[in-house]
C-alpha cells in the first residue's frame, strides 16, 4: 500500500515572475495528509488560499492560472509539476506574488529545494485514481488527450509545430527518479513570431533567453545548448504532468497526448475529476478513519436543526478533520414542494446551501472545543447553481473547511447528484455558544 508524502521541511526559492516580471519569494511547506495541494497568497489581507483544483482554472494562455474569491494565481504548472513528479501528495505553496518564480524555465530548481527539504511519508494512504475505462477528449485545434488503465504513470506524447517544424515523440514511465532526470530540466520554449504578440499582451515581461528558448526558423535561441535532442517534448510532459495534478488525486494511467497544451491538459485534468466524482456517487465508501460516519440519530446529537429544516440524513464520509460528505435524500413529501413549484416541484437552492451549512457545521462541531455550540451562517461566495434538483434525487453534499479559528468557519462546498456538480459555495459562518 503505497502512502502519502509531503516535505520534510519549508523549501524556499527567490527569482522573477516570468509573465509580470516582478519578484517572488515562494515557500513549500509540509502539510497534513489529505491536505493536497494549495496556494496561500501570503501579500493578500488575510492571507486567503486557493485549492490547486481545475474547478478553479480560468485561463490557460501560456500558462494556467488559478482564481479562487479575490485572489489569483498564474504559471502554477511549474511547481505543480515537481510535486506530482516526485511524488509528493500534500504541501502548502506560500508566495508573496501572484506568480511564482520562473528560475530557468523549467521544474528542475523546485526539483532541487524539494530534494533539499527531503520528503517523508505520512500514515495515511495515497487516494489514487485509475480510471476503469479509456477516457478521451479531442479539441478543435486539433488535440488529442487519451488516459487508458494502466498501472504505473505512462506518458506518450507528440508535440507538434503549426508548420510541422521540430515535431518530437516521446514515451516514457514516470516514477520520481526519472522525472528529476528526464522530465524536470526541460525548458520552456516560445516561437520568435509570437514573442512581440506576448509582449504587447504583457505575458512575458520576465521572459529572456535565460528562462526560456526561442524557436526562430529551423533555429534555436538560447543562453546554453539544448539539454535533450528532444527538449520540447520533454518540455510538455512536464507542463502535462504539472496540468492534471489539478485533477485532485495521483493517476495511474496511460496518457496519450497529440499536441498537448494547457487548455488540452486542463480539460482531460476536469474529464478525470468527473470521472472520478462519477464513481464515487454511485458507490460511496466511508474513508478510514478514526471518527465514524453518522447516522439521523448522530446528526441530531450534534445539530439543533429539526423538522422541516433538518437537511442532512447522515454522514457517509469523514477524511480527517476538515472534510466530509453528507448525504440528503430529497423527496416529494419535503413541505416546500407544496409551494416550489405547484405541478413542476424543484428543490430551492437555497436550501441546498443550507444542507451544504449544516454539514460544514457537523464538521466544526466534532472539534471538542466546540462541542455544545451552535454555528450561526454568515455569508456565502461564489454560489452558482448549475443543475436542477427534482423528488427522487440524493443529494451528495461534499465539504471542505479552509478555515476553521476559534469562533469561525469557512468552507468550500458543493452538492452532487448522480457524479455531476448541481450547487456550490464558499460558506462563512460564526461558532457561539447556545
Do not use: W
Amino acid at each position: 500500500m503505497e502512502k502519502q508524502r509531503t516535505l520534510a521541511s519549508s523549501a524556499t526559492l527567490t527569482g522573477s515572475a516570468l509573465h509580470n516580471g516582478g519578484s517572488v519569494t515562494l515557500t513549500i511547506h509540509p502539510a497534513p495528509a489529505g491536505h493536497g495541494y494549495k496556494f496561500r497568497r501570503s501579500d493578500l489581507p488575510d492571507e486567503p488560499v486557493l485549492d490547486a483544483d481545475v474547478a478553479h482554472v480560468k485561463t490557460v494562455e501560456r500558462a494556467t492560472t488559478l482564481v479562487q474569491g479575490n485572489a489569483k494565481i498564474q504559471t502554477v504548472e511549474h511547481v505543480l509539476s515537481a510535486l506530482a513528479g516526485l511524488g509528493v501528495d500534500n504541501a502548502l505553496v506560500e508566495m508573496d506574488a501572484n506568480e511564482p518564480p520562473i528560475g530557468d524555465g523549467s521544474a528542475a530548481p523546485y526539483v532541487k529545494i524539494i530534494q533539499e527539504a527531503g520528503i517523508v511519508e505520512q500514515e495515511e494512504a495515497r487516494a489514487l485514481f485509475q480510471p476503469d475505462q479509456p477516457i478521451h477528449i479531442e479539441t478543435s485545434g486539433g488535440s488529442i488527450m487519451s488516459v487508458f488503465p494502466h498501472n504505473g504513470l505512462r506518458i506518450s506524447c507528440t508535440q507538434a509545430n503549426h508548420d510541422g517544424r521540430f515535431t518530437q515523440y516521446l514515451s516514457l514511465e514516470i516514477t520520481p527518479e526519472v522525472y528529476a532526470g528526464e522530465i524536470a530540466p526541460a525548458r520552456t520554449f516560445v516561437h520568435y513570431e509570437d514573442v512581440k504578440d506576448l509582449m504587447e499582451k504583457g505575458l512575458i515581461k520576465g521572459g529572456s533567453l535565460e528562462n526560456a528558448l526561442v524557436i526562430r526558423g529551423d533555429s534555436v535561441l538560447s543562453k546554453e545548448p539544448l539539454r535533450f535532442a528532444d527538449e520540447f517534448v520533454r518540455h510538455k510532459i512536464l507542463d502535462i504532468i504539472g496540468d492534471l495534478a489539478l485533477a485532485g488525486r495521483p493517476l495511474r494511467g496511460h496518457v496519450v497526448a497529440v499536441k498537448p497544451g494547457h487548455g488540452p491538459n486542463t480539460e482531460l485534468a476536469r474529464a478525470i475529476a468527473k470521472r472520478h466524482s462519477d464513481l464515487l456517487a454511485m458507490a460511496p465508501k466511508p474513508v478510514t478513519s478514526s471518527a465514524p460516519a453518522l447516522d439521523i440519530n448522530g446528526v441530531m446529537a450534534v445539530l439543533p436543526h429539526r423538522y422541516p429544516f433538518l437537511m442532512v440524513d447522515r454522514i457517509v464520509e469523514f477524511d480527517g478533520d476538515l472534510k466530509a460528505v453528507g448525504v440528503k435524500s430529497v423527496t416529494i413529501n419535503e413541505p416546500f414542494f407544496q409551494g416550489h413549484f405547484p405541478g413542476h416541484p424543484v428543490m430551492p437552492g437555497v436550501l441546498q446551501v443550507e444542507a451544504m451549512a449544516q454539514v460544514a457545521s457537523v464538521v466544526m462541531m466534532r472539534k471538542t472545543e466546540n462541542s455544545g455550540k451552535i454555528g450561526y451562517f454568515m455569508s456565502a461566495d461564489e454560489v452558482k447553481f448549475r443543475k436542477p434538483v427534482f423528488p427522487g434525487d440524493t443529494l451528495f453534499i461534499h465539504v471542505e473547511m479552509l478555515k476553521a479559528r476559534k469562533n469561525l468557519g469557512k468552507a468550500t462546498c458543493k452538492c452532487l447528484v448522480n457524479g455531476e456538480v448541481v450547487s456550490e459555495g464558499i460558506l462563512l459562518f460564526g461558532i457561539v455558544d447556545k
